[in-house]
């Protein structure tokens, strides 16, 4: 292939890219493990939530692969983690959730904070819609989360919440 004749990146920047890519898989594999245990647990309505949670994750994935594209660099895809599979309740998975995407948000600021120390525009411009999107993530899976902890060991508020999530 031809050599880019576009505005080279940073080497800092676009290896954290190209690394954020992988975390972005990851997640999607997170909640597709989480989605098999609530259809193996006989509550559709938490898979479908974890199901087009998972697809999302992909569509990250593919903003960060597409941006270096556009930029001209190379993508060199790396290893995915296996995800954990086994969750002791609702509770527990939507916890491990809600700690995932708290991790992830950490990821995005570095980056953020590494495009500013490089002085890459695009790549701020770029990451500042994940910047907003991480704050609709938190909160997405911190309400989920609470109302977990009000339903309790209440198997009826359990299904209430389970046919609610199934209209996401
Ligand atoms: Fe859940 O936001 Fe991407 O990883």
Redesign the pocket.
């Known amino acids: 292939m031809n050599e880019s004749t576009q505005t080279p990146m940073g080497e800092a920047v676009r290896d954290a890219m190209g690394e954020q890519i992988k975390?972005?898989f990851?997640?999607?594999y997170v909640?597709l493990s989480m989605a098999a245990s609530f259809e193996a647990a006989n509550l559709p309505g938490f898979a479908h939530w974890m199901r087009h949670?998972s697809k999302?994750?992909m569509e990250?994935?593919m903003k960060f692969f597409d941006f270096l594209l556009d930029r001209g660099e190379p993508v060199h895809l790396q290893a995915i983690d296996a995800p954990p599979h086994a969750y002791r309740s609702a509770l527990d998975a939507f916890e491990q959730a809600l700690e995932?995407?708290k991790e992830?948000?950490g990821?995005?600021h570095d980056l953020y904070d590494l495009a500013v120390r490089e002085k890459d525009y695009p790549a701020q411009v770029m990451l500042s819609w994940?910047v907003t999107?991480?704050v609709e993530?938190e909160k997405s899976?911190t309400e989920v989360v609470e109302r977990l902890r009000l339903a309790g060991d209440d198997n009826t508020a359990l299904l209430l919440l389970d046919a609610e999530l199934a209209r996401r």
Do not use: D, L, N, W
């Open positions: 975390h972005e990851y997640s999607a909640y949670q999302e994750e990250h994935g995932h995407e992830i948000t990821r995005i994940f999107e991480q993530e899976a």
